[in-house]
């Protein structure tokens, strides 16, 4: 009776439109009623725990980051570099996207930023090239969610805060997990384009390889700087945030110039914006955490996956079809809000690494960012690229499929995950 009321007054919120900050608070509300424990101060005390928490401030100031990279000119010469580099082969275009993509996630980790960079630059690109506009935008949507598994990660810092696991852990274990997705895409990308007849772009020759390159050193120092921080553990990942949002702004203010005062307002404004929907999502999520706790809900959660709890791979291919279907209706971040405090003492029980099964939850996450019919970075590529949802989402089921597989894949063989954590994090 409890979980259905919990979840029966969450849908139904969120059926009536009500945003999912506002909802959680309202199921919240609902349990409160149900338990008799109903207190304003109580309700007031948890929304304010929420958001009260060192590691958080790394959202705001990688969404900064982001923002900076965009409209100072560092993704646009990750993109060029990309270009030079792969530009030239059949389908090139595509694998452009997809280097990219994966240069770009190691310097925001957000999504959404990524995927309105890539799609803004090299959308009209392939579609001028002879490539079919919806499987590019799909390509380019597949590419953009591999922003939250390589480091560094606004989903990884959410999670970590959430389950009370490291971060910088999170960060490390997401490297060899986001190339692989990376891989999946080139592959998949590679048996599509053979189907198209486009002329790829002509060669770029050893001097404008190496001019693309020595314009794009300063962006590419900036994933090094807080991968090898992390690793050194010369700062926490909160203040590898504010290194790169300042190593970001000094860079395109100072050297490459493009970014002027009038436009860093704008930056600033837009970040506070996303951010503070972001806070307030999680700060709305405590009060349902607490009640969670509360109510003893991870113990009915336990009882229910009772027969899986023998086979630790059966139990995560039920807990990934689980979240599956739970991420085509919720966002990214209100799914992990949600369901961490549920799953993490599932996972604990079971006795799964909690770092390993952060990985695969923000994957299956991210994936659920281009899965309809909510599919956010879906509604990001069909708005930059002017196309219908339906187009997007038939152009990205391959390349989805793709990254499914490899989700699967780290679930049946771990030691991909865990092996180079191992040997990075030593």
């Known amino acids: 009776m409890t979980v259905f009321i919990f979840l029966g007054s969450l849908l139904a919120a969120m059926a009536l439109g009500i945003p999912i900050a506002y909802s959680l608070l309202l199921s919240g509300m609902a349990l409160m009623w149900h338990l008799d424990l109903f207190d304003a101060q109580i309700l007031a005390q948890n929304v304010i725990n929420g958001a009260d928490s060192f590691p958080l401030l ?14 100072g000119g560092l993704s646009r010469r990750i993109v060029n570099l990309a270009l030079t580099l792969v530009g030239h082969k059949r389908g090139g275009l595509g694998f452009v996207a997809i280097v990219a993509a994966c240069l770009l996630a190691a310097l925001s980790g957000s999504a959404v930023a990524d995927t309105a ?15 079919d506009k919806a499987r590019a935008g799909g390509l380019i949507a597949s590419a953009g969610i591999i922003a939250p598994i390589i480091p560094p990660s ?12 490291s971060i910088s852990k999170l960060f490390l274990a997401g490297i060899v997990p986001g190339l692989l997705m990376g891989l999946s895409l080139a592959v998949t990308w590679y048996f599509v384009s053979q189907r198209e007849n486009v002329k790829p772009p002509a060669k770029a020759t050893n001097a404008e390889r190496m001019k693309a390159l020595k314009e794009s050193t300063w962006a590419l120092v900036l994933p090094v700087i807080v991968i090898v921080g992390l690793k050194m553990g010369v700062f926490t990942p909160t203040e590898a945030a504010v290194v790169a949002a300042v190593y970001a702004m000094l860079v395109s203010t100072v050297v490459y110039r493009e970014l ?3 436009q860093l307002y704008q930056v600033f404004v837009s970040s506070a914006k996303t951010t503070a929907i972001i806070m307030f999502l999680v700060a709305a999520a405590m009060v349902s955490a607490w009640l969670i706790t509360v109510a003893d809900i991870p113990s009915k959660m336990i009882t229910l996956l009772e027969p899986f709890m023998g086979n630790q791979t059966l139990l995560l291919i039920a807990i990934m079809l689980l979240v599956i279907a739970v991420g085509t209706a919720m966002d990214m971040t209100p799914t992990i809000l949600i369901m961490t405090p549920v799953l993490m003492p599932v ?17 299956n996450n991210a994936i659920g960012l281009i899965t309809p019919p ?9 708005g930059v690229g ?14 989805m499929m793709a990254q499914f597989a490899v989700m699967f894949l780290l679930v049946l063989f771990p030691s991909i995950v865990l092996v180079p954590l191992k040997w990075l994090s030593n």
């Open 374 to 382: 909510v599919g956010t970075v879906l509604n990001v590529v069909a």
């Open 260 to 262: 002027t005062l009038a």
């Open 347 to 363: 996972i604990k029980a079971a006795g799964i690494d909690p770092v390993y099964f952060g990985v695969l939850f923000i994957m």
């Open 386 to 399: 002017r196309m219908k949802m339906d187009e997007v989402t038939k152009g990205v089921i391959p390349f």
């Open 117 to 131: 960079a890539l799609a803004s630059l090299l959308l009209p690109m392939m579609v001028a090239a002879g490539h």
């Open 58 to 71: 790394a959202v705001p100031f990688f969404m900064l980051a982001g923002e900076i990279m965009n409209v």
């Open 154 to 165: 606004i989903g990884f810092v959410v999670f970590g805060v959430a389950a009370n696991v």
